[in-house]
């Protein structure tokens, strides 16, 4: 039988990669968001175009992290949302299934 530490370290495990997807996926995403804006910026911004690579870079990644963030954050809530509702349903069964042996099971099964 696995103990209570073995759950809840398999549980940090596979909260862990829920958030280390959702930081990858942000990435990507708010990685093209951003370079859409940088290509924007650069086909109309002579201010922009005026700025170093270095900088431009900078930006880049400014908003790769940011995205990488909310992502990974937003996947974390989700699945302690969902860890929650689990283990709220082990719970309603183990009630009811003491209930079902100290009462007995429904007739009309």
Request: aromatic share 8%.
């Given at each position: 039988?696995?103990?209570a530490?073995?759950?809840?370290?398999e549980?940090?495990?596979?909260?862990?990669w829920?958030?280390t997807?959702?930081?990858?996926?942000?990435?990507?995403?708010?990685?093209?968001?951003?370079?859409?804006?940088?290509?924007?910026?650069?086909?109309?911004?002579?201010?922009?175009?005026?700025?170093?690579?270095?900088?431009?870079?900078y930006?880049?990644?400014s908003?790769?992290?940011?995205?990488?963030?909310l992502?990974?954050?937003?996947?974390?809530?989700?699945?302690?949302?969902?860890?929650?509702?689990?283990?709220?349903?082990?719970?309603?069964?183990?009630?009811?299934?003491?209930?079902?042996?100290?009462?007995?099971?429904?007739?009309?099964e």
């Open positions: 039988m696995p103990s530490n073995d759950i809840k370290h549980e940090a495990v596979d909260a862990s829920a958030a997807r959702g930081a990858i996926s942000g990435a990507l995403k708010w990685g093209v968001g951003t370079a859409i804006l940088g290509g924007m910026g650069y086909a109309f911004s002579p201010l922009y175009r005026g700025l170093t690579i270095q900088f431009k870079v930006i880049q990644m908003g790769m992290v940011l995205g990488s963030m992502e990974a954050d937003h996947r974390l809530r989700e699945y302690e949302s969902q860890m929650r509702l689990r283990r709220r349903l082990m719970r309603d069964q183990a009630m009811w299934a003491s209930f079902e042996e100290k009462y007995g099971k429904d007739e009309d």
